[in-house]
């Protein structure tokens, strides 16, 4: 549990000297309104006695993993749970009833979603972390597929563009192939392709830096512009899996490249997937010497997060030890 009554951070941005969410993350995440990051209700069994309005509640957003989602909606000031016909504004992700230190992963997404945006410039879904009334914490993401006035965008994930389900691939479907894939995807369905693939070999390396073994065919999507073209949406579910789940360097069953084409150190191989796909030398490189000169901003912000002590030592040890083979 947190302590409610010792938080020195904003509970979005980390910025330092805040007791509740700061300007910049009310801006950000809640539309400007003044959103307390203490939940009106104590516990999810708590706000409603009879469950299936929870598990309606559940089952009324359609995005992929395990992990238990609820839609809420930003109502004025204040968060509550959608009710029939009504679109959510918002993600909430309680702590999960899955996996090692499960108490602890609000915080680590959180936490890598803020390094992947703060420090490296990846677009991100708008995130902070929330609480309840007793100090349980929760992660919260602003949807990016509503826009402010209601209407919906067009988002598609990369399993639903190579037509991947479980009837057609098995139920490993999310994690066949190569992340030379996605990049042949993109060919297909973004006009400004040349524009957005050094985004998806950036969030490729960020994946491996930061130890986030679940990347597969789901967690990336392409969103509709204002042109009516499609680019990469932000990125979303950026946490060190390694923590929860004992997993492999990269969700997909053959890693960054087919067998045919693997081998050689990690960086390596980005630099051979990086040509493959049509990134020049001069970019590949800018996007790779970028993860290995921040470690000061990345450990500052490791330092501001709200993961327990020990897992900020855990996490810290883990993105050296990648940084390390990175450099290689």
């Known amino acids: ?11 979005g941005t980390l910025a330092p000297d805040y007791d509740t969410y700061s300007k910049n993350c009310l801006n950000q995440v809640f539309n400007s309104k003044k959103v307390h990051h203490v939940l009106d209700f104590d516990r999810l069994e708590t706000e409603f006695s009879d469950q299936s309005v929870l598990t309606e509640n559940h089952t009324r957003i359609s995005i992929s993993g395990v992990q238990e989602k609820y839609s809420l909606i930003l109502d004025k000031n204040r968060l509550r749970f959608v009710n029939e016909n009504e679109h959510g504004t918002h993600i909430l992700k309680p702590i999960p009833f899955f996996g090692k230190n499960p108490e602890q992963m609000p915080a680590n997404e ?17 995130n902070a972390m929330i609480f309840f009334k007793n100090g349980s914490p929760a992660y919260i993401v602003k949807r990016f597929d509503f826009n402010d006035n209601g209407t919906k965008t067009a988002v598609e994930d990369f399993a639903s563009l190579a037509g991947r389900t479980p009837q057609t691939h098995g139920a490993n479907f999310k994690y066949l192939g190569s992340y030379l894939d996605l990049f042949e995807l993109m060919k297909t369905y973004l006009p400004a392709y040349r524009i957005e693939a050094p985004k998806l070999l950036k969030l490729l390396v960020f994946n491996y830096l930061f130890s986030n073994g679940d990347a597969h065919f789901k967690n990336f999507s392409i969103i509709e512009t204002n042109f009516g073209d499609f680019k990469l949406s932000p990125a979303y579910d950026l946490l060190n ?54 470690t000061p901003a990345v450990i500052k912000l490791i330092e501001s997060s709200f993961l327990k002590e020990q897992f900020k030592r855990n996490y810290l040890q883990a993105y050296q030890g990648k940084l390390k083979k990175l450099m290689k």
Do not use: W
């Open 241 to 294: 899996t390694r923590m929860h789940v004992d997993d492999s360097d990269f969700a997909l069953e053959n890693g960054l490249l087919p067998p045919s084409l693997s081998g050689g150190s990690i960086q390596e191989q980005f630099k051979k997937l990086a040509q493959l796909v049509g990134i020049a030398e001069a970019q590949t490189n800018t996007i790779i010497n970028s993860f290995l000169s921040n």
């Open 1 to 11: 549990m947190t302590n409610l009554q010792n938080i020195t951070h904003c509970p």
């Open 110 to 126: 959180h936490l890598t979603m803020q390094i992947a945006a703060q420090v490296y410039g990846i677009e991100t879904a708008e």
